[in-house]
């Protein structure tokens, strides 16, 4: 059952495509994944990641506000609350804290990211979390705010194991990208042969760090099984192996997407 967990359908390159984006969910289809979860990161993209998961059976979506878009406006608890009503929609966020790209909207982005971590609390689904340098203060933000039965996950997860460690804790799940498959990172790499099957999910966050052999183009969610293979041989079992226990974890984590498998 593979998953991508995390991709941005409404941004992809699709120059290979003739511009089409259903060339692309069938070439994703073709290599077997099931199912992608299409991102939010703005009060400007809701109704484009909606529409898309209204417009294909196997994309499912979530609604939030990027922290390095909080700028272009917030969405605060009862705004995230109505759009996650719809029936497609099955995660709070993209949201989190980014202070390597911005530390001058630090302020803005905690309050963004706490509101996410409420909306996802009260509505019981969990939050998709980005995190840039910003270690304790996003690990105290998910403690203070953060509702541990929904929960969420560390997206396109580059940190350390303590990080990593102390998220899982709080019943987080860590999704890795085609990051993992790239030269230098090592350090991720001793980092996914520590974490649990049982809490980790794959993702490619399409269109941006396509895994190796097709890093420097642009990403897509057919690529999601590079980076499933590659994983997977990392921690010494089958790619169907891995695929299952990514994609149950999926379904566990996102439990509103599961009726939308196909």
């Given at each position: 059952?593979?998953?991508?967990?995390h991709?941005?359908?409404d941004?992809?390159?699709l120059?290979?495509?003739?511009?089409?984006?259903?060339?692309?969910?069938?070439?994703?289809?073709?290599?077997?994944?099931?199912q992608?979860?299409?991102?939010?990161?703005s009060?400007d993209?809701?109704d484009?990641?909606?529409?898309?998961?209204?417009r294909?059976?196997?994309?499912?979506?979530?609604?939030?506000?990027?922290?390095?878009?909080?700028e272009?406006g917030?969405?605060?608890?009862?705004?995230?609350?109505?759009?996650?009503a719809?029936p497609?929609?099955?995660?709070?966020?993209?949201s989190?804290?980014?202070?390597?790209y911005?530390?001058d909207?630090?302020?803005?982005?905690?309050?963004?990211?706490?509101?996410?971590?409420?909306a996802?609390?009260?509505v019981?689904?969990?939050?998709?979390?980005?995190?840039r340098?910003?270690?304790?203060d996003?690990l105290?933000l998910i403690?203070?705010h953060?509702?541990?039965e929904?929960?969420?996950v560390?997206?396109?997860f580059?940190?350390?194991?303590d990080?990593?460690?102390r998220?899982?804790?709080?019943?987080y799940?860590?999704?890795?990208?085609?990051?993992?498959t790239f030269?230098?990172?090592?350090?991720l790499?001793?980092?996914v042969k520590?974490?649990?099957?049982?809490?980790?999910?794959v993702e490619?966050?399409s269109?941006?760090l396509?895994?190796?052999?097709?890093r420097?183009?642009?990403n897509e969610?057919a690529?999601?099984?590079?980076?499933?293979e590659?994983i997977?041989e990392?921690?010494?079992?089958?790619?169907d192996?891995?695929a299952?226990?990514t994609?149950d974890?999926?379904?566990?984590l996102?439990s509103k997407?599961?009726?939308?498998?196909?």
């Amino acid at each position: 059952m593979l998953i991508d967990s995390h991709c941005h359908l409404d941004r992809l390159k699709l120059d290979d495509y003739d511009g089409n984006l259903d060339a692309a969910i069938a070439a994703a289809t073709a290599r077997g994944v099931e199912q992608m979860l299409c991102v939010g990161i703005s009060v400007d993209n809701v109704d484009a990641v909606i529409a898309i998961a209204e417009r294909y059976p196997q994309v499912v979506s979530s609604v939030g506000v990027h922290p390095l878009d909080v700028e272009k406006g917030l969405a605060d608890v009862a705004q995230l609350a109505a759009w996650a009503a719809h029936p497609k929609v099955v995660a709070i966020g993209e949201s989190g804290l980014d202070y390597f790209y911005s530390k001058d909207t630090k302020s803005l982005q905690q309050e963004s990211f706490a509101m996410h971590l409420q909306a996802g609390g009260k509505v019981g689904l969990p939050v998709i979390v980005h995190t840039r340098d910003a270690r304790e203060d996003t690990l105290a933000l998910i403690h203070e705010h953060g509702n541990q039965e929904s929960a969420g996950v560390l997206h396109c997860f580059t940190e350390d194991w303590d990080m990593a460690r102390r998220a899982m804790d709080m019943n987080y799940m860590i999704s890795i990208s085609g990051i993992v498959t790239f030269n230098k990172a090592d350090t991720l790499r001793d980092v996914v042969k520590q974490i649990p099957l049982d809490r980790l999910l794959v993702e490619t966050d399409s269109p941006y760090l396509a895994p190796v052999p097709y890093r420097g183009k642009p990403n897509e969610p057919a690529y999601v099984r590079e980076v499933c293979e590659y994983i997977a041989e990392l921690k010494g079992i089958s790619f169907d192996e891995l695929a299952q226990h990514t994609g149950d974890n999926f379904h566990k984590l996102f439990s509103k997407a599961a009726p939308f498998l196909r």
